[in-house]
């Protein structure tokens, strides 16, 4: 496997930030994905990073450093319906997905 | 934009007995993909297709599981002889190419063995 590395759960507030982060194999890598999955739903796209540095889409940013195998994905101003599984892929092969356990993220009031 | 389509939405069936799931991906996209998910879990690659042609298959793809692309548009993924250990969602993904193009899930089926 691509042994892919991320935490299972974390809760925080309302209009907080949250970084969950992730390492993976490089051997044979290509870039790397990052999904939301609400419960019962199918994982739906959120970013994607090639190249090292940060992506920034609105409230959602995502880093990557390609020697380090590392990625992270930075949740801002959180609110009730970013209460979610969040799914770091990176992409092998024919974009092949290598899907981590994900991270339930709880967001409260 | 209908988005990936896949039926049927739920499948419970008995121990020993064959299922077929159909996956209809975005029109214009020429790649797809089987993934299978269990509860906790993030989706396991299965296999994949580029238009017609199978070109990658997990290991965790017995002789039992088969799927086809036939004519390079909607794909069919069959469980001859399920078990237990086959209950699952089985995603459906496609995507654009070349490159790495962001895959578009659909609401996959959710298979329950007795």
């Known amino acids: 496997g691509q042994n892919i590395d991320q935490p299972t759960e974390m809760t925080a507030t309302e209009g907080a930030i949250v970084q969950i982060n992730c390492t993976y194999q490089t051997s044979g890598f290509n870039g790397l994905f990052w999904y939301q999955q609400h419960a019962g739903e199918a994982p739906t796209f959120l970013s994607y990073n090639v190249l090292d540095g940060l992506e920034e889409k609105g409230r959602f940013s995502s880093f990557l450093s390609r020697s380090k195998g590392y990625s992270y994905l930075l949740l801002k101003e959180l609110q009730m319906k970013d209460s979610a599984s969040y799914l770091c892929?990176?992409?092998?092969?024919?974009?092949?997905?290598?899907f981590g356990k994900g991270n339930q993220v709880g967001v409260i009031p | 934009d209908t988005g990936v389509s896949q039926n049927p939405r739920h499948k419970i069936t008995k121990r020993g007995q064959n299922v077929t799931f159909r996956c209809d991906p975005i029109s214009e996209h020429n790649r797809l993909y089987w993934y299978r998910q269990t509860l906790g879990q993030g989706p396991e690659f299965l296999t994949y297709f580029q238009n017609e042609a199978q070109l990658e298959k997990s290991r965790l793809l017995s002789d039992r599981f088969s799927a086809e692309r036939p004519k390079g548009s909607f794909s069919t993924l069959e469980i001859q002889r399920t078990e237990q250990g086959d209950s699952a969602m089985y995603l459906c993904a496609s995507s654009s190419g070349p490159g790495n193009q962001p895959q578009h899930f659909g609401d996959g089926t959710r298979l329950s063995i007795l």
């Open positions: 892929a990176p992409s092998y092969g024919n974009n092949r997905l290598a």
